[in-house]
């Protein structure tokens, strides 16, 4: 057996064997959005989609504490939007993922940088007024202009109101104070990183869906993994030392697909070329797509 091969086992199955191939009805839709020319700092993140499939296969389909197997839902998965960067690529986004929320009950989408969460939302729901948006972010994402740290901004350009906006994560030193004036202006709601120090990741996000949930009709999470401590997340070129758990990250994934309202997550800004050699980023994404499907088979 080749070293790099892993082991075949009948009675483990392998969680990248759950997903089958353009499924024209299924339980969770994957799809890859691969967008990095307007990141601010240069960034190789069109290449983590794939990344993060292959690493899917390192894992099983049980949940142990949950008793959840995700052999109880059925995946597809739709491949990659092709260049899907600017405002030609945010048309090709919005053709691959047309009336995607009337096939399938979920929606993962893989990055990319975070301007994924801009054109994959406003391609998803026809009426962002009634839309919820929960950011796992250290940052605003408020800039002006069209880059990886605006699609928050221009969801509200588009439509999406600021009150219907929950930010959890938001970082000290990683934020201009123009940039939080304007999310206080916007009426967002923002659950700072300091907040998090005393409420658990639970709370906080039983919190948010509480906010949201007389609000709107439906919900879309953007996990932009560069909330996490830097020592976790090394592919996170914008992280910081100090940032969230990866733990609390995977509770906050499983807690958004529990609600039924979160038809859609994006998980953000990993730059595989600049993963550590135990790939603990990429493997990180690869269970968020996990832990959300299983809380999408606890609803």
């Known amino acids: 057996m080749s070293k790099n091969k892993l082991p075949s086992d009948r009675l483990w199955p392998r969680a990248n064997s759950l997903f089958k191939p353009n499924l024209k009805k299924a339980d969770i839709a994957l799809v890859g959005v691969p967008a990095h020319k307007s990141s601010i700092s240069p960034t190789s993140a069109n290449l983590t989609p794939k990344a993060i499939r292959q690493a899917l296969e390192k894992y099983s389909t049980f949940s142990g504490s949950k008793e959840i197997d995700l052999r109880g839902l059925s ?11 600017g ?4 048309k090709r986004v919005a053709k691959k993922l047309e009336n995607v929320l009337e096939s399938y009950q979920a929606l ?4 990319g940088d975070n301007s994924i969460t801009f054109s994959v939302a406003s391609s998803i729901f026809k009426d962002l007024s009634k839309v919820g948006l929960v950011t796992l972010d250290a940052h605003h994402d408020l800039r002006d ?7 928050v901004w221009r969801l509200i350009q588009a439509g999406l109101p600021g009150k219907n906006i929950v930010q959890i994560g938001i ?5 201009s104070r123009e940039y ?13 990183r ?4 005393r ?14 949930n007389r609000r709107v009709d439906e919900i879309y999470v953007d996990l932009d993994v560069d909330v996490c401590d830097r020592a976790a997340v090394p592919a996170c070129p914008a992280s910081v030392p100090g940032g969230i758990s990866a733990d609390e990250l995977r509770q906050a994934a499983f807690y958004a697909g529990a609600n039924s309202k979160v038809r859609a997550v994006d998980i953000t800004e990993i730059d595989v070329k600049k993963d550590s050699a135990d790939q603990r980023t990429i493997r990180l994404a690869a269970l968020l797509v996990l832990e959300f499907a299983a809380g999408v088979a606890s609803r």
């Open 180 to 192: 939080s004036e304007r999310a206080k202006e916007q009426g967002i709601y923002i659950i700072s």
């Open 194 to 197: 300091d907040q998090l120090r």
């Open 171 to 175: 970082s000290d030193f990683a934020n």
């Open 75 to 85: 995946f597809t998965d739709l491949g990659d939007v092709l260049n899907p960067d």
């Open 199 to 212: 409420q658990s990741i639970k709370d906080a996000m039983k919190e948010a869906f509480s906010v949201l």
């Open 108 to 111: 993962i989408a893989l990055g």
């Open 145 to 151: 202009g069209m880059s990886n740290g605006s699609p």
């Open 87 to 90: 405002l030609d690529g945010k």
